[in-house]
Each structure stands twice: as structure tokens, then as C-alpha cells.
């Protein structure tokens, strides 16, 4: 009998904490390589009505965000200024740790859509140096697509025509 009831209140806690997340379809390119598990303190920071920044923790892996369903009702709401996804990237290159950190800004409403895919691009790499130009205070710049529509950066005139 208490086995059965252990059991019962387990799994009535699991089913509360898996309805109290929210799993939205993200897809995070950096570099043109999808992110898989080279990322740490990832979080959405929003600034309210009362001009206070203010963060919430989110949990990725390659097509998911999971955030808490409180935490993602709220981050809906009409009453942000703003909402910004940031994140640290860590990458090995010729055996030496390289780390990004990146913020980007974003609508609320990219929460609601179907899926949203983000490409990041470093502009300190030459490769995309001689494609892109950062967002200005940074050494990086992002496109993204999703069911409404894409963002894409203005690409720099590598042919010398105008």
C-alpha cells in the first residue's frame, strides 16, 4: 500500500513539472554548425514597464527551448519593453577555448510561432568579416527565419559593383 502510494505521488509530480513547461521549436546556428551542447547560461532578459532587466532561465538543446510555463505566460505579456535571448558559446579551435557571449533581441511574439531558427554569424572569424558587418558593440550579427517571414542582414559587396 505505500509503495503504491509513493508511486502515485511520484508520478503526479512528474506530471505536474512536465505541464508546467513550455517547449518552444528553436533551432540556434552559429557559424553555419548547429549548436548542440556548447551552450551555457542561456536566458531570456527583459526589461519591464518599470525599466527593470530582469532574467528568466531556459534550458536548449538543437529544437527545443524548454521554460517554465509561469515564466513563458509572463514573457508574453504586453508589458516588456524588451526581451533578448542571451547566451555563452564555447567552441575549441587548434586546441584553445574560445567563448561568445551573445544577446539578441527579440520580439515576444517570435515565442508564438511554429518554429524560429537563428543563425549567428562572428564577424571576427575572416570568413564572415568579409561577408557581414557586426551589430554595432559587437563582433557578431544574426539573421532568423520562422513562419512568418525571415530577418536578413545586408550582405557586403564582395564583386566591387554597386
Not at 515564466?71 to 508589458?79: I, Q, R, S, V, W
Not at 533581441?105 to 543563425?119: G, H, T
Not at 564572415?128 to 559587396?157: L, M
Amino acid at each position: 500500500m505505500i509503495k503504491t502510494y509513493i508511486s502515485l505521488i511520484l508520478f503526479c509530480t512528474i506530471t505536474i513539472q512536465l505541464k508546467a513547461q513550455k517547449n518552444i521549436n528553436l533551432i540556434i546556428s552559429i557559424d553555419e554548425k548547429i549548436v548542440a551542447g556548447s551552450l551555457s547560461n542561456l536566458r531570456l532578459i527583459y526589461t519591464s514597464e518599470r525599466n527593470t532587466e530582469e532574467s528568466v532561465k531556459a534550458d536548449y538543446y538543437p529544437g527545443n527551448l524548454s521554460l517554465n510555463q509561469n515564466d513563458y505566460d509572463m514573457l508574453l505579456g504586453n508589458n516588456l519593453k524588451t526581451i533578448y535571448l542571451a547566451f555563452t558559446y564555447n567552441e575549441y579551435c587548434k586546441n584553445k577555448l574560445h567563448s561568445y557571449s551573445y544577446k539578441i533581441d527579440l520580439n515576444n511574439k517570435w515565442l508564438e510561432n511554429y518554429y524560429f531558427v537563428l543563425y549567428i554569424f562572428n564577424t571576427n572569424k575572416s570568413k564572415y568579416k568579409e561577408i557581414y558587418s557586426p551589430i554595432k558593440g559587437t563582433t557578431y550579427t544574426y539573421e532568423y527565419d520562422y513562419p512568418g517571414g525571415s530577418v536578413k542582414r545586408v550582405k557586403k559587396n564582395k564583386n566591387g559593383c554597386d
